[in-house]
């Protein structure tokens, strides 16, 4: 497969986005650090390629579209929207990995209107329409379920706030909810440290980044943190409830509903299901045969606050996901200051012609 062919493939797609009423963008290659790590922290290094421009400052190439996509959104006018775009996004890898740190995305975001759930079906199904000649496995979730399921834990704002950070590294996120809940002991050399009257008093002068007001801030608020309650055995048992769903979607809904007798903090969002099952239905997807899993996009979507999807080929478990998507509200509030409902999705050509090369 050449880029020729991945590139041809990627024109095809867009313009049956085009068709569909959506207006074609550009974003630049180069974009800001500065916007990327305030979303998303350090962390985003090890997946991104960083350099830096004498005039610009730290710049990255770009890891995606979105970001920019929304950024140009919110500067021209916020109201409602579709766009569809194509280009190369970059992504570091780890070193056992053989994954391209350089591939095409095409993508399809639709930005405001008064239907979510309407919204939310339109890009599912423009996105299953692109990829109907291929045996594809599509999975939703929904992380504003988790989310809401975090924001009504009896806990302190500190830690709910640790959890709703976390929530997108699921091994930092267990045990987080692991050590809040008792089942694990913080280490001894914090234990000792909080026993301590005075941690700092024969210390030497700060050598590092940190001030002595900011060590003890931290210090101040890891002792708040362990006069805390644990959370209760019940609570964290319905936040691995919701964790475990995997159903059909009728039935995953059936779920959520029971688990939202105990925890009804919930209860908006899973109506929100609901609707958007009913939108999919309208739109023409056999919603009883569609997968949703709860846990769905916590590795790879962070900035999604909402659905979520993904089109996977069961048969080469090797390769990532064809397509994925999912809501954005939340980012649009930080990028724009104010939100827009946004909802989006994106196809890898390369893989598309992979699957059909059965390469």
Do not use: C
């Not at 095409?104 to 692109?130: C, M, T």
């Not at 302190?156 to 640790?162: H, L, M, N």
């Not at 995997?246 to 959520?256: C, G, H, Q, S």
């Amino acid at each position: 497969m050449s880029r020729a062919e991945a590139r041809t493939r990627a024109a095809r797609l867009v313009a049956g986005f085009e068709a569909a009423g959506a207006t074609p963008v550009e974003t630049p290659i180069l974009q800001p650090a500065g916007t990327l790590l305030d979303l998303y922290g350090e962390d985003i290094r090890a997946r991104a390629f960083v350099t830096h421009d004498p005039l610009r400052g730290e710049m990255m190439l770009r890891p995606d579209f979105t970001v920019p996509v929304v950024q140009m959104h919110m500067a021209n006018g916020k109201g409602e929207a579709r766009y569809t775009y194509s280009g190369e996004v970059f992504r570091a890898q780890d070193g056992l990995s053989d994954r391209p740190t350089e591939y095409l995305q095409v993508g399809y975001e639709l930005f405001g209107g008064n239907d979510p759930a309407r919204a939310d079906a339109e890009v599912f199904s423009r996105i299953a329409a692109a990829l109907a000649d291929l045996d594809l496995r599509p999975v939703t979730g929904d992380i504003g379920i988790l989310m809401a399921a975090v924001a009504g834990l009896r806990t302190s704002s500190p830690r709910t706030a640790a959890l709703m950070r976390h929530i997108w590294r699921p091994r930092r996120f267990r045990a987080l909810m692991d050590r809040y809940g008792g089942r694990t002991k913080p280490p001894p050399s914090r234990v000792a440290l909080l026993d301590t009257a005075d941690p700092l008093a024969d210390a030497p002068p700060p050598l590092g980044k940190r001030s002595r007001a900011e060590i003890e801030t931290r210090i101040a608020v890891l002792k708040a943190d362990a006069e805390e309650p644990p959370l209760s055995e019940d609570q964290i048992a319905l936040i691995d409830a919701i964790l475990n769903v995997r159903e059909t979607a009728p039935n995953a809904l059936a779920a959520l509903r029971d688990i939202a007798v105990d925890l009804p903090e919930i209860v908006p969002a899973t109506d929100r299901l609901a609707a958007r099952l009913d939108a999919l239905g309208a739109a023409g997807t056999d919603v009883d045969a569609l997968d949703f899993e709860a846990s769905f996009g916590r590795t790879s979507m962070e900035y999604y606050d909402g659905f979520v999807f993904g089109f996977s080929a069961e048969a080469r478990p090797d390769l990532p996901p064809v397509a994925t998507g999912g809501r954005y509200d939340a980012l649009t509030a930080i990028l724009g200051g104010t939100a827009v409902p946004a909802v989006g999705g994106v196809i890898r050509p390369e893989l598309l012609l992979a699957l059909e090369a059965g390469s």
